[in-house]
């Protein structure tokens, strides 16, 4: 998780804000393809997925939170999450 320092965090906020929209990449999740490994849960630094224990998958939350960092991609041993 993020630091709670308010100004570093805004700041941060906003870096991660110019950084995506300059790239233009959102996360494409596709839960047919997930089998719960839960290890784009574990990376992401915002916390954009929750798992679902009950049905062994995640789930995608908070799209406008993504910074489209890719590291849930690269976690992904499924190919069910892309960056486009």
Request: proline share 6%; charged share 20%.
């Amino acid at each position: 998780m993020v630091t709670r320092n308010p100004s570093i965090y805004s700041s941060l906020v906003e870096q991660w804000h110019i950084a995506r929209t300059l790239r233009n990449l959102q996360i494409h999740f596709d839960p047919q393809k997930c089998t719960g490994v839960y290890q784009c849960y574990e990376v992401c630094p915002v916390d954009c997925w929750t798992p679902d224990y009950e049905n062994h998958k995640v789930i995608f939350h908070d799209q406008e939170r993504c910074i489209a960092c890719g590291a849930c991609v690269l976690q992904c041993p499924e190919d069910a999450i892309e960056l486009r």
